[in-house]
């Protein structure tokens, strides 16, 4: 069974990106579709070698969780989002989130579709003083911006996800990718099914989310802080800029999933 999974995961690198706790890479799939593969491993020397056993992540200092809970978490919310059409896309007519394409238990590993590139790469670190942009995030109207918060919010709310790691601007922006126009909220390290699990860790990141703007409202101010030229501070006494490019038209609407699976209308962001 192993071996099956491992074949059903043999794909060819692109790229990667990595953490203390897990590692994710953009791959070609068997049938040549780009794809994200994650694995709650840390790669060291030639070969793999188990996070909870190298000594570099035993527990995710964020989320408090071992990488085997981790995975666990995570493969459940994209299971969750992907089993309910209806909560996850039916009222807002679209999909806010990656699929889950395969799943290796035993390698703590999973394939998920690949939703685009972040809209933001680099942040005010290291030799990147400013963030790199994407600039067809610029380009999206903010009515659309804001309809896309809304429908995901409310389809987080329809399946009881909550997602912890969009708090402020810079998680927001960095956990919200696009592609073809599209855009899609993505990375579940830090998250709650039905209000587990409950480690002191998540409850912190929880409070903090809780008093956090909307979705919509942090996604907004990325654009408008990312796309205008002379200001990408991050911090909230930033003076506001100018509208980004393709400017909604105040009061314009879309439609907005609710927990109850109808459809309502949301004004967008003007």
């Not at 690198?13 to 694995?39: P, S």
């Not at 299971?79 to 007519?93: D, F, I, K, M, Q």
């Not at 996800?161 to 390290?189: C, E, M, Q």
């Amino acid at each position: 069974m192993r071996s099956l999974a491992l074949a059903l995961l043999r794909c060819v690198a692109v790229r990667g990106d990595r953490n203390h706790c897990n590692h994710h890479e953009v791959v070609a799939d068997v049938d040549g579709t780009r794809a994200v593969r994650k694995t709650f491993k840390v790669l060291h020397g030639r070969g793999p070698v188990m996070a909870s056993k190298s000594g570099a992540c035993r527990r995710n200092k964020y989320s408090g969780l071992a990488p085997a809970q981790a995975y666990a978490l995570e493969v459940s919310v994209l299971t969750r989002l992907n089993e309910r059409p209806v909560n996850a896309s039916g009222a807002c007519r679209g999909r806010y989130f990656p699929r889950l394409l395969r799943r290796d238990d035993a390698g703590l590993s999973f394939l998920q579709s690949h939703e685009g590139e972040r809209i933001v790469t680099a942040w005010w670190h290291g030799r990147n003083p400013r963030p790199r942009v994407n600039r067809g995030f610029c380009a999206l109207p903010r009515g659309e911006v804001a309809c896309f918060a809304t429908c995901a919010t409310a389809a987080l709310e329809a399946a009881r996800v909550a997602h912890l790691d969009s708090f402020d601007v810079p998680t927001a922006a960095k956990n919200t990718v696009l592609r073809d126009g599209k855009l899609a909220l993505i990375d579940f390290d830090l998250s709650q099914l039905y209000g587990f699990p409950r480690t002191k860790e998540l409850a912190e990141v929880r409070r903090a989310h809780r008093l956090a703007p909307p979705y919509a409202e942090l996604l907004l101010a990325a654009q408008a802080r990312l796309c205008n030229a002379t200001d990408h501070r991050w911090n909230g006494s930033a003076p506001r800029p100018p509208p980004a490019l393709g400017a909604a038209t105040p009061g314009a609407t879309c439609p907005a999933a609710t927990p109850a699976g109808g459809a309502t209308r949301a004004t967008a962001a003007a």
